[in-house]
């Protein structure tokens, strides 16, 4: 994810905190201090603040407890897990590889869920052996206890990206040995879901006068409604590109250009005259940078004669550049959260060929359109 900060890693895992959840992190802080302040009135300010910002990180703990468990079944299985992040709507846990089988799916899916049940049950206990809601630890436990099983029951609703609906689709691939029937399915049901949380919303917002949580409510309806698209064209384009490698999807035809060209000669003997997508500066034993179109649009026209080329070009150290076997999925990956067009394949120090975004695009959608249905 983008806008993330690091905080470190856990089990092998690595730990984001996305922009957005500083946001939650303090509004959530903010409305328990409120609340734990209005409930035990003797405390002093500072102490109450202490209290909001406990129940806020144990709050947030046990979403990171959630996706863990989540992540530590899945390695369990065979799954590399690359990050977990937190954002504004909980956590998410970046698995890298899909489930081999329907069970692997079922398993990593449950035991978020269950994880949360299980911490509620622990904070239920806690509650109620210190004194329930007349002690403040009772009354921080109780309130984490409720959120840890609203959590899991919210999670457990049957609709893609939930894990409900992960569970669902693990039931599903079993039963008729599609996953993308199986995926189909559960995304359906996850849009269906998001929709539903809208008009919810907006019952809330127009009928109730609840405009806080109507407004929550719509808004994570909406959220539910594209992870469900975007987890379903997500499986598309991973089958349609599985084991192909960047080398595979390259295009070699590389034009070698010298540094001290002027940018009018370069528009007119090579932009202009050949269909190449690639143009390297240097020689190909010795690259020093890449140039494409967008480069030379940063100058204006009437400098192009006493610009040369290497004033403009992109130095290959500055470069996000992959490896030829580089996963062509990967690729994407990095093209799309870095935004870059095109993208070099280098080996030794070599520029082997040159990945463009929309050529990769349009690969990608051809191998979705003439894959065997199954
Ligand atoms: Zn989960």
Redesign the pocket.
């Known amino acids: 994810m983008r806008n993330a900060i690091r905080l470190g890693s856990l089990f092998g895992v690595s730990i984001f905190i996305h922009q957005t959840w500083i946001i939650i992190f303090g509004l959530v802080t903010f409305s328990l201090i409120a609340q734990f302040g209005e409930q035990f009135p003797q405390f002093s300010k500072p102490v109450q603040i202490v209290i909001g910002l406990t129940a806020s990180v144990l709050f947030f703990s046990s979403v990171l407890f959630?996706?863990m468990?989540?992540s530590l079944m899945a390695k369990r299985g065979g799954q590399p897990v690359r990050s977990i992040t937190l954002f504004v709507f909980?956590?998410v846990?970046e698995i890298e590889k899909e489930a081999s089988s329907p069970n692997q799916e079922i398993r990593v899916?449950l035991i978020?869920?269950l994880s949360?049940y299980f911490l509620a049950a622990v904070f239920g206990s806690v509650w109620f052996l210190a004194g329930k809601d007349a002690s403040v630890i009772g009354s921080v436990a109780g309130w984490l206890g409720i959120v840890n099983f609203a959590l899991a029951t919210f999670?457990l609703l049957p609709g893609m990206p939930?894990?409900g609906g992960r569970v669902l689709r693990g039931i599903v691939w079993r039963v008729t040995g599609s996953l993308e029937r199986a995926t189909q399915v559960s995304v359906s049901i996850g849009r269906n879901l998001g929709l539903m949380m809208i008009f919810y919303g907006l019952w809330l917002i127009f009928g109730q006068d609840a405009i806080f949580n109507g407004l929550w409510m719509a808004f994570l309806g909406w959220f539910l409604m594209n992870a469900a698209e975007m987890s379903g064209a997500q499986l598309l384009v991973h089958r349609a590109v599985a084991g192909v490698r960047a080398e595979q999807v390259m295009s070699t035809d590389c034009s070698f250009i010298s540094g001290g060209m002027s940018l009018s000669e370069f528009v007119e003997s090579y932009l202009l005259q050949r269909g190449y997508r690639c143009f390297v500066v240097g020689e190909p034993e010795h690259p020093r940078g890449i140039i494409t179109l967008s480069d030379v649009r940063t100058v204006p026209r009437a400098e192009w004669n006493n610009t040369s080329v290497q004033a403009v070009m992109r130095p290959l150290d500055q470069l996000s550049a992959v490896a030829p076997d580089t996963d062509v999925e990967a690729v994407l990956q990095l093209m799309v959260t870095k935004n870059i067009a095109q993208i070099p394949v280098i080996q030794e120090g070599k520029i082997l060929g040159m990945i463009a975004r929309d050529q990769l695009l349009q690969i990608i959608q051809n191998r979705i359109e003439l894959r065997p249905t199954s």
Do not use: K
Request: net charge negative; charged share 15%; proline share 7%.
């Open positions: 959630h996706e468990a989540h909980g956590g846990a899916a978020g869920p949360s999670n939930l894990d």
